[in-house]
C-alpha cells in the first residue's frame, strides 16, 4: 500500500532555499541532517503527525557520492521549487514491482535512529520528468512526530504530465483524494493549509 509521505523542495544553497520557504509560509523551518550517502542535507517542516516537507541542497562540505545524487540535484540549477514528492510503502519490494522500471533501487539509510530504505533511480533522477514519486519505506520511527507542529497540512498535490495514465498506472495502489495525476504540461505543484492562509508550492 502507498500512502503520501512528504514533499521535497530542491535548492542550489540550503540556507536560500530554508528563507524562501520560511518567506512564503511565515513559519520557521526545523533542523535536519546530513545523507552522507548522497552529499545532501536538508531542513523540515511538519505537515502532520506521519506527513512532513523537506527543503533539500547538496551538501558542500561533504565529499561527493559515488553515485549520482537522488532527486537529480546533480543537474539542479535556478531558484529554489518543490521537485518531488515521495510516498511511504508499507511493502517496497512489492509497490517497486508495479512502479516503472527506472524507478529505483532500494538503499537502506539511516540516521540517527532513523531507519528507511529508499528506491534511487542509477541515474538520480526519476522517471515521467521527476514527476515519478520517490518510494519509502521507514523501518521504525518516522520523522514527522518529532518536528513542531505548526498547524501546516498538505491540500493536495498536482502532479501533471503527458503521458498521465502511465503514471498512474505505475501507483496502482495509491488511493488519496488529494493526489491528483492528469494529463497536462510537466509540473508538480502543492497546497498548504497554514495558519496564515493557503501557500502553493
Not at 64 to 91: E, K, V, Y
Not at 146 to 153: A, I, K, S, T, Y
Amino acid at each position: 500500500m502507498l500512502s503520501f509521505d512528504h514533499l521535497a523542495v530542491s535548492c542550489t544553497v540550503l540556507s536560500d532555499g530554508t528563507s524562501w520557504l520560511e518567506d512564503r509560509l511565515g513559519l520557521s523551518l526545523s533542523n535536519g541532517g546530513e545523507h552522507p550517502d548522497f552529499g545532501t542535507y536538508n531542513k523540515l517542516l511538519s505537515l502532520g503527525p506521519e506527513e512532513y516537507l523537506e527543503v533539500i541542497a547538496i551538501n558542500p562540505a561533504a565529499p561527493a557520492p559515488a553515485r549520482p545524487r537522488w532527486f537529480g540535484l546533480d543537474d539542479f540549477s535556478g531558484p529554489p521549487r518543490l521537485t518531488n514528492w515521495i510516498l511511504r510503502s508499507s511493502d517496497l519490494d512489492r509497490d517497486l514491482a508495479d512502479a516503472h522500471a527506472d524507478a529505483g533501487t532500494p538503499i537502506p539509510l539511516s540516521r540517527g535512529d532513523l531507519r528507511w530504505r529508499m528506491a534511487v533511480p542509477a541515474q538520480g533522477a526519476l522517471p515521467f520528468d521527476q514527476m515519478h514519486p520517490a518510494l519509502i519505506g521507514w523501518d521504525g520511527p518516522h520523522p514527522a512526530p518529532r518536528l513542531p507542529d505548526q498547524g501546516v497540512r498538505l491540500k493536495h498535490v498536482r502532479i501533471t504530465h503527458p503521458h498521465a495514465d502511465m503514471l498512474a498506472g505505475c501507483l496502482p495502489s495509491l488511493d488519496d483524494p488529494r493526489l491528483v495525476i492528469e494529463a497536462g504540461p510537466i509540473s508538480l505543484t502543492a497546497q498548504l493549509q497554514t495558519p496564515h492562509g493557503v501557500v502553493t508550492l
